[in-house]
């Protein structure tokens, strides 16, 4: 491995995703001290943070229970449907978000996430609700549990062409009485969080 730092994270920039998550503890040990904080925080952005945490506790890495931050929205079309998308890893429909890295304001989080996982444009964000707790709780086929602390946020002012990136198997609008059963949805806490607040203000109205 380069000594030169610049060095060190052009060829971190250069690997695959599949080869950034599999990094050795050995090989981030030798790494990370010839590294400024800048250079660190850049290198756990092109590695993601999750995963960059668990490479840095090598072999306990899928044995500790992680706290994540992160961003999930409810995208609602001019019907009133929710946008959901078909997880590739588990199969389930969830909303589109993901976790915050470092650096990064919640707000900054769902519109990277929302374009990547979608392809849209985010023109306007409210604030919905933060949901944290053992709901939140999710694991991974590759063994990894971590509770989710997430911002939760409304958007109905969006432009694009829909389209979805390799995590998803589709994305398709629901209605909310016509939602896949529980048991097939991701994020079913979100959800009712979001049933609960749409209730709350149409009764304002």
């Known amino acids: 491995m380069n000594t030169n730092t610049k060095d060190i994270l052009n060829e971190i920039k250069n690997l695959t995703v599949s080869e950034?998550?599999?990094?050795?503890?050995?090989?981030?040990?030798e790494m990370l001290p010839k590294l400024s904080c800048n250079e660190i925080i850049?290198?756990?952005?092109?590695i993601g943070y999750p995963v960059f945490t668990r490479l840095c506790m090598g072999e306990i890495g899928h044995h500790f229970v992680l706290l994540q931050d992160g961003a999930a929205a409810i995208i609602v079309n001019a019907e009133g449907q929710i946008l959901l998308q078909k997880r590739r890893d588990n199969d389930e429909w969830g909303l589109p978000g993901g976790c915050q890295e470092v650096g990064e304001s919640f707000s900054e989080v769902i519109i990277r996430e929302v374009k990547e996982e979608t392809n849209l444009d985010?023109?306007?964000?409210?604030?919905?609700?933060?949901?944290?707790?053992?709901s939140r709780k999710n694991a991974y086929p590759n063994g990894d549990v971590v509770i989710n602390n997430t911002i939760l946020y409304y958007i109905?002012?969006?432009?694009g062409e829909l389209k979805w990136d390799e995590e998803s198997k589709e994305l398709r609008f629901f209605d909310l009485e016509q939602l896949p059963d529980?048991?097939?949805?991701?994020?079913?806490?979100?959800?009712k969080v979001y049933k609960k607040w749409r209730e709350k203000h149409e009764t304002k109205r």
């Open 156 to 159: 109905d002012q969006y432009h």
């Open 42 to 46: 850049e290198m756990s952005r092109l």
């Open 182 to 191: 529980e048991d097939k949805q991701n994020d079913p806490d979100l959800i």
């Open 122 to 134: 985010v023109d306007q964000l409210q604030l919905i609700d933060v949901v944290s707790g053992m």
């Open 20 to 29: 950034r998550r599999n990094l050795s503890y050995e090989e981030l040990k």
